[in-house]
């Protein structure tokens, strides 16, 4: 027999089976010694009590054997099928290859930056020389902006796909079980170039091809057709189907589709600062505690209020994580936020941003470079404050409040350097107001968040596309070119690992409908 039900267990029995046995056999009104095997099939903490619990759906095995884990798909050869591009070796890009080697089509992969063992030493030439090369950073190379920014798997979009087969191919390439079943499910980026590198190996194995320093610069449209691309080096690689899976931050890409007069459309975003805090203070404020118990994790928040009419709200927060320098070219500062999979450093962060529609910004209506000129001039902005080398401007959270200049700064996580500035020359008018007024109603809703020991880093503008590329909502064809088809967060489509993976096999399948 196999039945499922809902316990409830402290901190110190969630990962002890016979334990959760004991737990499961009361509620199912059995003995747990006819509970031959325990499978979590979700696991969250609850910490609105006094006591911090975990809350997990199980299914007991009664006097029943255990099946065995899922298996390892097989993935048929493709060496010699049609051929699908696909531009981008972010999570779109990567789960659009895979699921074309399954619909027997062959996927090439372009990626303009390098693999993730390259990577890491233009990362460190970031980090330590404030050094950006424009191809190869946080947002480009392989993995795209996830590998080296968390990997955070938590996503809303569960209905545009299925979320369990995503996560079923990170734990066949690495991830542990864990993110199965947890309500935040996360790998952490010092696991990620591990497992993204596997994942190339797997599309490699099956005859699919994944070339980096490959810079698409050119589409070829042909009768409204596509019919390929041409790389910078002057290459012309030949396919009737075209996947547009190049990240949030390829504003090179817009520009080429605009010179080639293809649609693309001005897009809201977000913008804002990312904030750190002493990972303490959360843990205090969220598990009602002096001391965070050594079964529980780094604690997270997510935080929401309407100020004049706009949302100001909590982004992409990273438990025991570290601020990053994510910018894409010169002279420009953009933040981001990463951790380790235990979420192990002294410091949480997270972007706090407010919203910014087209309203908010002047210009022509049918400009579609409208909101990205705004936000590459209030990232150049925060360059020129923080005085070059990728120095960021930063306040104490009271002091941005309050309209003074920190006198000093806290100890952060962010490696380049911190500059203390008055964000209010950094950011607009209408954006700093309401992140002044959100912060203290913040700490009223969560004790300690609203405090001198937080420290504001400017600026946090990537937090989605502010450019659109359409396309048909049946066919997902871009609606001026047959078999192009935009994809994941740069389009516009995606908002995360998980929801640019799934997007990916969306644009995949309708690619296999398209040539067949």
Request: proline share 5%; charged share 25%.
């Given at each position: 027999?196999?039945?499922?039900?809902?316990?409830?267990?402290?901190?110190?029995?969630?990962?002890?089976?016979?334990?959760?046995?004991?737990?499961?056999?009361?509620?199912?009104?059995?003995?747990?010694?006819?509970?031959?095997?325990?499978?979590?099939?979700?696991?969250?903490?609850?910490a609105?009590g006094?006591?911090?619990?975990?809350?997990?759906?199980?299914?007991?095995?009664?006097?029943?054997p255990?099946?065995?884990?899922?298996?390892?798909?097989?993935?048929?050869?493709?060496?010699?099928?049609?051929?699908?591009?696909?531009?981008g070796?972010?999570?779109a890009?990567l789960?659009?290859?895979?699921?074309?080697?399954?619909?027997?089509?062959?996927?090439?992969?372009?990626?303009?930056?390098?693999?993730?063992?390259?990577?890491?030493?233009?990362l460190a030439?970031?980090?330590?020389?404030?050094?950006?090369n424009?191809?190869?950073?946080?947002?480009?190379?392989?993995?795209?902006?996830?590998t080296y920014s968390?990997?955070?798997?938590?996503?809303?979009?569960?209905?545009?796909?299925?979320?369990?087969?995503?996560l079923?191919?990170?734990?066949?390439?690495?991830?542990?079980?864990?993110i199965?079943?947890?309500?935040?499910?996360?790998?952490?980026t010092?696991?990620?170039?591990?497992?993204?590198?596997?994942?190339?190996?797997?599309?490699?194995?099956?005859?699919?091809?994944?070339?980096?320093?490959?810079?698409?610069?050119?589409l070829?449209?042909?009768?409204?057709?596509?019919?390929?691309?041409?790389?910078?080096?002057?290459?012309?690689?030949?396919?009737?189907?075209?996947?547009?899976?190049?990240?949030?931050?390829a504003?090179?890409?817009f520009?080429?589709l605009?010179?080639?007069?293809?649609?693309?459309?001005?897009k809201?975003?977000?913008?804002?600062v990312?904030?750190?805090?002493?990972?303490?203070?959360?843990?205090q404020?969220?598990y009602?505690?002096?001391?965070r118990?050594?079964?529980?994790?780094?604690?997270?928040y997510?935080?929401?209020?309407?100020?004049?009419?706009r949302g100001?709200?909590?982004?992409?927060m990273?438990?025991?994580?570290?601020?990053?320098?994510?910018?894409?070219?010169?002279?420009?500062?953009?933040?981001?936020?990463?951790?380790p999979?235990?979420?192990?450093?002294?410091?949480?962060?997270?972007?706090?941003?407010?919203?910014?529609?087209?309203?908010?910004?002047?210009?022509?209506n049918?400009?579609?470079?409208?909101?990205l000129?705004?936000?590459?001039?209030?990232?150049?902005?925060?360059?020129?404050?923080?005085?070059?080398?990728?120095?960021?401007?930063a306040?104490?959270?009271?002091?941005?409040?309050e309209?003074?200049?920190s006198?000093?700064l806290?100890?952060?996580?962010?490696?380049?350097?911190?500059?203390?500035?008055?964000?209010?020359?950094?950011?607009p008018?209408?954006?700093?107001?309401?992140?002044?007024?959100?912060?203290?109603?913040?700490?009223?809703?969560?004790?300690?968040?609203?405090?001198?020991?937080?420290?504001?880093?400017?600026?946090?503008?990537?937090?989605?596309?502010?450019?659109?590329?359409?396309?048909?909502?049946?066919?997902?064809?871009?609606?001026?070119?047959?078999?192009?088809?935009p994809?994941?967060e740069?389009a516009?489509?995606?908002?995360?690992?998980?929801?640019?993976?799934?997007?990916?096999?969306?644009?995949?399948?309708a690619?296999?409908?398209?040539?067949?």
């Amino acid at each position: 027999m196999i039945k499922e039900t809902e316990i409830v267990c402290s901190p110190e029995q969630h990962e002890d089976i016979e334990a959760l046995k004991l737990i499961a056999a009361t509620a199912l009104k059995t003995s747990a010694q006819q509970i031959t095997g325990i499978k979590i099939l979700k696991r969250s903490i609850d910490a609105r009590g006094r006591k911090v619990v975990y809350r997990m759906q199980v299914r007991a095995y009664i006097n029943e054997p255990v099946p065995q884990q899922h298996q390892v798909v097989n993935y048929p050869n493709v060496k010699n099928a049609r051929p699908v591009i696909i531009i981008g070796a972010g999570p779109a890009g990567l789960f659009a290859a895979l699921q074309c080697i399954k619909q027997g089509m062959k996927p090439i992969v372009l990626e303009r930056g390098k693999d993730v063992k390259q990577r890491r030493r233009d990362l460190a030439n970031i980090n330590k020389q404030g050094l950006v090369n424009p191809d190869s950073n946080y947002c480009f190379g392989e993995g795209g902006a996830g590998t080296y920014s968390d990997g955070k798997l938590y996503t809303r979009s569960t209905k545009r796909g299925d979320v369990n087969e995503v996560l079923k191919v990170f734990t066949d390439h690495g991830a542990t079980e864990d993110i199965l079943v947890d309500a935040r499910p996360h790998i952490g980026t010092n696991k990620l170039p591990q497992i993204i590198t596997a994942m190339r190996e797997t599309i490699e194995n099956a005859g699919g091809e994944v070339r980096f320093d490959a810079k698409v610069v050119n589409l070829l449209v042909n009768f409204d057709k596509i019919e390929g691309v041409e790389l910078s080096s002057g290459e012309k690689l030949e396919a009737k189907a075209v996947i547009l899976a190049t990240g949030h931050s390829a504003r090179d890409v817009f520009e080429m589709l605009h010179r080639q007069n293809i649609l693309i459309e001005a897009k809201a975003f977000a913008l804002g600062v990312r904030i750190e805090h002493p990972q303490e203070i959360i843990d205090q404020a969220q598990y009602h505690c002096e001391v965070r118990g050594e079964y529980l994790p780094p604690s997270y928040y997510s935080l929401v209020e309407q100020v004049d009419d706009r949302g100001v709200f909590s982004f992409c927060m990273c438990p025991g994580g570290i601020i990053a320098p994510c910018a894409t070219d010169h002279n420009e500062i953009v933040v981001n936020g990463w951790s380790p999979s235990k979420r192990n450093n002294p410091f949480a962060n997270s972007g706090t941003v407010v919203q910014v529609n087209l309203e908010d910004v002047p210009g022509r209506n049918d400009d579609p470079f409208r909101l990205l000129n705004f936000q590459h001039q209030i990232e150049q902005l925060a360059f020129v404050a923080g005085g070059g080398n990728l120095v960021a401007p930063a306040q104490r959270m009271i002091d941005f409040v309050e309209g003074r200049v920190s006198v000093d700064l806290p100890t952060n996580s962010y490696l380049p350097g911190c500059k203390s500035v008055d964000l209010k020359n950094v950011l607009p008018d209408w954006i700093h107001q309401r992140l002044q007024k959100a912060l203290p109603v913040f700490g009223k809703k969560m004790k300690g968040y609203y405090t001198n020991e937080a420290i504001l880093v400017g600026v946090e503008s990537r937090t989605s596309s502010p450019v659109k590329v359409p396309r048909d909502k049946e066919t997902l064809q871009h609606p001026q070119v047959a078999g192009l088809f935009p994809c994941g967060e740069g389009a516009g489509y995606a908002g995360g690992i998980i929801s640019a993976a799934i997007d990916g096999i969306n644009c995949a399948d309708a690619a296999f409908k398209f040539l067949n």
